[in-house]
Structure formats: structure tokens, C-alpha cells
């Protein structure tokens, strides 16, 4: 019986978490899993909302860490996560995706000789202004087992000297959610709650400080959003990081004025995946819904001038288009003018199966 600490932090941890808690659930006789939430994030529309609609069991542990710097914040989940481990003694811990929970918790584990595990490792985007580039490279570092989601995550960490055999292509568990919940997620009413009829509209999401933080750049991409917004409805659910910097910049007043560009509180799992899954078009900073809008064949443009997630553009409907105005315009016209533009296939391995091929490894290990 393998006792495993899952953990999750911040937003898109718990639907990679969920489907390895219910899949340990399912084989009781192997495995004993337990839940603990740092607490990164804590609103009920960007934690509690997920817990229910992932059907992710409640925390075991519950460490309400919150918001501060990052040094703060790594720091907090540490001195917090230390007694933790010690109590259990589990005979893995799985850290998930790159917020500063999954950093935390790694080195934690490693300095007491705790095994833990790092699924979506490998994933680079070689820009290190990102703190989400920091917490890859080092959870990847340190952790017994990575689990990859693509080929070219396993070829980034052999050149960084990972040896082999810690590494084991399962395919992306972030999947396994979506293709469970697509189904259910039409028992969301969000599209009739908007008036939105089906790929006759766009998505946004924006949270990444390079995007949001400075006001030069937001203003400049909102106003590509209202271009955009002249030509179909825009629909923008604002993460609180973002809600935050656009009263500060002061260019609050401006959206809630726009007619084209529709600003809602943030979504939970299911009505937002009823939302982009309907959407002509995503315009997305997040890594997931790259992945998310490749399995589902909606196009995608990131607002980002990387991404460490290359397969969804080599393979999937994702384009890397930056913070330029006139080029976010310009390609969004092309994919309203044309539809998706390339063939695109989905990755090997995004099948929904991933959760029951990581607890396979950590069987073996
Ligand atoms: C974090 C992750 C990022 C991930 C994102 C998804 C890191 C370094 N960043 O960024 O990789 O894409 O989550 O959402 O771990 N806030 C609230 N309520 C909450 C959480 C945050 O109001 O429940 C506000 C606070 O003002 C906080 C700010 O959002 O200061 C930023 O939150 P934080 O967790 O520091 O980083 P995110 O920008 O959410």
C-alpha cells in the first residue's frame, strides 16, 4: 500500500490532481491518498468552486498560506508543508505544473529524503523573467520521478542531465479531466446566462504579469481586445490578479465601459469549459488552455512571446502571436476570415488514461 501526499496550490493544480486522487481511489487496496492544499489560492471562485466541480475530494490538510511575494509565499508553503511530512511519512508525494506550491513542497521533500514526484515536468519555455520557469526548472531538479507530457519535455530534461530512467512519458493528466467533464459541462447554462450562441463569439484570458502588470502593455492589448470585440463578442473572465492591476492602472473604467468587450468574475471548471469549448476563438497567457484548445480543435492565439508548451503549435490549433496590437488584430481576422488555418492533429498520449499510467510507474518504482 503506497501512502501519496497529493498537493495542490493554485488554480490549474486541481484538475490535474483530480483524476490521480479518484483514479488511487478507485485501487484501494494499492493505494492511500491524501489532499493538501496550500492555500496559494483561496477565493471560492478560483479554489472551492474546482474542489466541486472536479468532484476532488476535500483537503486533508489545509495549510491557508494565501497571497504574499513570492519569497513570502515559496517560503510560507515550506515552514508550513515541513511538519506535515514529517507526521504522515508518505511514500511519494506528487507535485503538479509550476506555481510556487510545486516548488515549495519538492524541496521540501527532498531535503527529508521524502520521494516526490513531478507531473507536467520538463516543460520549458527558456524564458526566465517567468517565475513559473524558475519553479519548473528547480522542482524538476530535484524531484525522484518526472512525468512528461510530450516528447520534447522528456529531450529537455535529458539535456539538462536528468538521468533516463527518472523519466516517464505518461501523456497529460489535465486531459483525463477534460474529457471526463466535457459531457457534464453542458449542463452549464453560461452561454444562455451571456446570450452567446455557439462559435459565434471569442474568449480571453489574461493573468500573466508581463501582460497585466504594466499599463503600457495591458492598455495596448485591451485595446486589440476591442477591435477584435467590433467583429463578434468578446467574453473576459478576470482573474483577481488581473482585476486588481486594472482598477490600479485605472483602466477599469474603460472596460466596464466597452460594449464589446465583456468583463465576468472568473468561472469554475464546468462553466468555463462550456464557455471556450463553444468559442470561435481563444485568445489566451494561460498554458493550459493551449493544451485544452488543441484537444478540443478551437483555435487559439497566445498573447505571450514563448511558450513552453511547443507541441500545441507544431501539432495543435495554437499560435504564438506576442502583445503586438496589430498583429493580435490581424491574426485573430485571419482565424474569423478562415477558421483554423493548419491541419492539426492530437498529441499522443492526451487520451484521457494518463492518471492510471502515472500510478502504474509509481507501482514499478
Ligand atoms: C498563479 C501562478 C501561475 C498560474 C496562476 C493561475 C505562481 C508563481 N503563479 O499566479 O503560474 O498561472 O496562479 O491562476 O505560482 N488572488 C486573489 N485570490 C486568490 C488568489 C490570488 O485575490 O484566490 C490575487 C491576490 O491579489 C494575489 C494575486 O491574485 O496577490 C496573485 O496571486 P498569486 O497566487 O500570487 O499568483 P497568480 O497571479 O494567481
Redesign the pocket.
Known amino acids: 500500500m503506497l501512502k501519496v501526499i497529493n498537493v495542490v496550490?493554485?488554480?490549474?493544480n486541481f484538475m490535474k490532481v483530480a483524476p490521480i486522487v479518484q483514479a488511487m481511489k478507485r485501487r484501494k487496496q494499492e493505494f492511500a491518498p491524501l489532499v493538501l492544499h496550500t492555500g496559494?489560492?483561496?477565493?471560492a471562485?478560483?479554489?472551492e468552486a474546482f474542489f466541486r466541480d472536479l468532484e476532488l475530494p476535500a483537503p486533508d490538510e489545509y495549510l491557508g498560506v494565501g497571497?504574499?511575494s513570492?519569497a513570502a509565499?515559496t517560503a510560507a508553503v515550506m515552514e508550513r508543508f515541513e511538519p506535515v511530512l514529517l507526521r504522515e511519512n508518505p511514500d511519494w508525494v506528487i507535485v503538479v505544473?509550476?506555481?510556487?506550491?510545486?516548488l515549495a513542497c519538492a524541496l521540501v521533500c527532498s531535503k527529508l529524503g521524502v520521494k516526490v514526484a513531478h507531473v507536467e515536468a520538463g516543460l520549458r519555455s527558456r524564458d526566465r523573467t517567468m517565475?513559473?520557469e524558475i519553479?519548473r526548472i528547480l522542482t524538476d531538479q530535484v524531484a525522484d520521478l518526472l512525468f512528461t507530457p510530450s516528447a520534447d519535455a522528456d529531450q529537455n530534461l535529458l539535456a539538462e542531465g536528468i538521468p533516463e530512467e527518472r523519466i516517464r512519458f505518461v501523456g497529460n493528466v489535465m486531459i483525463d479531466s477534460l474529457l471526463k467533464h466535457l459531457p457534464r459541462s453542458n449542463s452549464s447554462t453560461i452561454r444562455e446566462e451571456l446570450d452567446l450562441n455557439e462559435r459565434e463569439y471569442a474568449v480571453v484570458t489574461l493573468?500573466?504579469?508581463a501582460n497585466v502588470d504594466t499599463s503600457d502593455t495591458f492598455a495596448r492589448v485591451l485595446g486589440a481586445l476591442e477591435m477584435i470585440g467590433r467583429r463578434l463578442p468578446v467574453v473576459f473572465p478576470v482573474?483577481?490578479?488581473t482585476r486588481?492591476t486594472l482598477s490600479e492602472l485605472g483602466l477599469a473604467e474603460r472596460v466596464a465601459g466597452s460594449k464589446s468587450l465583456r468583463i465576468i468574475e472568473p468561472l469554475a471548471y464546468l462553466d468555463f469549459l462550456r464557455l471556450y469549448s463553444g468559442a470561435r476563438l481563444v485568445l489566451t497567457d494561460?498554458?493550459g488552455i493551449q493544451e485544452e484548445t488543441t484537444v478540443l480543435g478551437i483555435p487559439c492565439l497566445t498573447l505571450r512571446e514563448n511558450t513552453e508548451r511547443p507541441i500545441t503549435v507544431d501539432q495543435g490549433t495554437n499560435t504564438i502571436v506576442g502583445t503586438d496590437p496589430e498583429r493580435i488584430v490581424r491574426e485573430a481576422m485571419a482565424v474569423l476570415d478562415h477558421g483554423p488555418t493548419a491541419r492539426h492533429s492530437i498529441p499522443p498520449l492526451w487520451d484521457g488514461h494518463t492518471a492510471d499510467r502515472i500510478l502504474e510507474a509509481l507501482m514499478q518504482s
Not at 496550490?9 to 490549474?12: E, Q, T, V
Not at 505544473?97 to 510545486?102: I, Y
Open positions: 496550490g493554485a488554480r490549474p496559494q489560492h483561496y477565493d471562485a478560483m479554489s497571497s504574499a513570492h509565499q505544473g509550476d506555481v510556487n506550491s510545486t517565475p513559473e519553479n493573468h500573466r504579469p482573474h483577481p490578479r486588481k494561460s498554458g
